[in-house]
C-alpha cells in the first residue's frame, strides 16, 4: 500500500474513533506532533513537582504533609507514564530529558511562579490541578491509545488534588483575618497565570487546527478557558475568595462569564525563559538528574546481571 492510501485509511480511523496504537502506520507528522504534546505534558508533571515539593517540610500538620507528599508523588508517576507513552513514539527518554534540560521542549508556564505562602499549596491544587483536570477530560478522548489511556488514572488523581487545594483554602477563609488575606492574596497572583496555562488565544495557537483535525486536541485553547472560568467562579465565590479582575462578569446572553484580556507579553516571557523561576526550576532538574547517576547506573548493572545469569541457565 502506498503512502496516500495508508494516510486515507488512518484518517478513516481516525474518523471512526478508533484508537491509534504504537505499531499502527501513523503519519510522520502525527508521531512529532504526539511526541511535542506528551512530552512538554510529562515535562509539566516533573517540574510541576519542584514548587509545592518545597512546602512538604513546612506543612501546618501531619494530615496536610500527609496529603502534600503524596500529590507531589502522585505528580512524578504521571510524568513517569507519560514518558513511557512517549516512548512508544519512538523516541528514548534520554533523549526528551535532554530536550527538557537544554531548553528545547518546553513545560507548562505556570510552573515558572514562586510558591511564596502556604496559601499556594490551596492555590496550586485547586486552580491549577483543576486547570489541568478540565484540559485531561478532554484528552482522555485523545485519538492515541497510550495518551488517551494515561489521561484516564490521571484525572483520577488530580481530582483528589483539586479537592485538597481547595480544603485549603476553605480552611483558611474560616479562619484568622491574616489567614483569609493570605488565601487572597494567593489567589490574585495564580489566577491570571492558570489562565494562561491553556495556551494562547485561538486565533494565536499555530497547532491547535490540525491537532483538532487529529483528535490529539478534543477541544480549543479558548473553549478549555472558558469551562475552567465558568467552572471556578461558583467555588470562589462560595468560600469567600474574589477575582483580580474587574471585567469578570456573567453575561446572560453567551450564558458563561465575561473575563478581561490576559497579559500574553508576560506568557510568552515566561515561556521563552524569562519568568521568574524558569532559571531554577532547569537547575533543580539537572541536579537532580545528576543525583540520580548512581541509581541509574545500579539498576542497569542489576539488570545485565540478570540477563547475564538468566543465559547460564539456558546455556
Ligand atoms: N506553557 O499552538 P499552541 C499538571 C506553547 S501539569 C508553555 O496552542 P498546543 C500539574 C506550545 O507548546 C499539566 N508553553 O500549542 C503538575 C506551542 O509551542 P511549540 C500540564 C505553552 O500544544 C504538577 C506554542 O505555545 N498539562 O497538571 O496546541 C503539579 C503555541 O501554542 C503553553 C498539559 O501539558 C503553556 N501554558 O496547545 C500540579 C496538557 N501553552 O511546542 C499540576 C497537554 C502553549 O509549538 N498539553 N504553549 O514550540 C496541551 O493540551 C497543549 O499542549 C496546550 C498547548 C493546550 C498546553
Known amino acids: 500500500m502506498n503512502e496516500l492510501e495508508l494516510e486515507k485509511q488512518f484518517n478513516e480511523r481516525i474518523a471512526r474513533d478508533e484508537k491509534i496504537e504504537p505499531k499502527d502506520w501513523m503519519p510522520e ?24 515539593g518545597n512546602w512538604i517540610t513546612r506543612a501546618p500538620s501531619l494530615r496536610r504533609k500527609v496529603a502534600l507528599l503524596a500529590k507531589v508523588q502522585d505528580e512524578g508517576g504521571h510524568g513517569l507514564y507519560l514518558y513511557s507513552a512517549t516512548e512508544t513514539l519512538g523516541i528514548s527518554r534520554d533523549e526528551l530529558i535532554n530536550q527538557l534540560h537544554s531548553g528545547e521542549a518546553k513545560y507548562s508556564s505556570i510552573f515558572n511562579y514562586p510558591a511564596l505562602t502556604w496559601a499556594d499549596m490551596g492555590a496550586i491544587g485547586w486552580l491549577v490541578d ?3 483536570i478540565i484540559n485531561q477530560v478532554a484528552l482522555m478522548g485523545a485519538s492515541y491509545g497510550p495518551y488517551s489511556r494515561a489521561m484516564v488514572r490521571i484525572c483520577k488523581e488530580e481530582s483528589f488534588h483539586q479537592r485538597q487545594g481547595y480544603e485549603i483554602l476553605m480552611t483558611l477563609m474560616n479562619g484568622t483575618p491574616e489567614q483569609r ?11 491570571l497565570p492558570a489562565l494562561m496555562m491553556f495556551g494562547p488565544t485561538d486565533d494565536k495557537s499555530p497547532n491547535t487546527e ?43 446572553e453567551r450564558k458563561h462569564y465575561d473575563f478581561g ?28 538528574h545528576e543525583d540520580g547517576k548512581w541509581v541509574r547506573d545500579a539498576a542497569m548493572a542489576y539488570a545485565e546481571k540478570q540477563i547475564n545469569e538468566e543465559l547460564k541457565q539456558a546455556i
Open 261 to 288: 484580556a490576559l497579559n500574553w507579553d508576560e506568557f510568552w516571557q515566561v515561556v521563552k525563559g524569562h519568568g521568574p523561576c524558569n532559571k531554577q526550576r532547569i537547575e533543580a532538574r539537572i541536579k537532580a
Open 130 to 132: 483543576g486547570a489541568a
Open 29 to 52: 507528522k502525527y508521531i512529532q506532533t504526539h511526541i511535542r504534546q506528551m512530552s512538554q505534558h510529562a515535562h509539566s508533571e516533573i517540574v510541576g513537582m519542584l514548587p509545592e
Open 181 to 191: 488575606e493570605m488565601a487572597q492574596d494567593s489567589m490574585n497572583r495564580w489566577w
Open 210 to 252: 490540525q491537532s483538532v483535525k487529529w483528535k490529539l486536541k478534543r477541544k480549543t485553547n479558548d473553549e478549555l478557558r472558558q469551562a475552567f472560568v465558568d467552572q471556578t467562579v461558583p467555588q470562589a465565590e462560595f468560600i469567600g475568595l474574589t477575582f483580580p479582575d474587574k471585567d469578570l462578569k456573567w453575561n446572560e
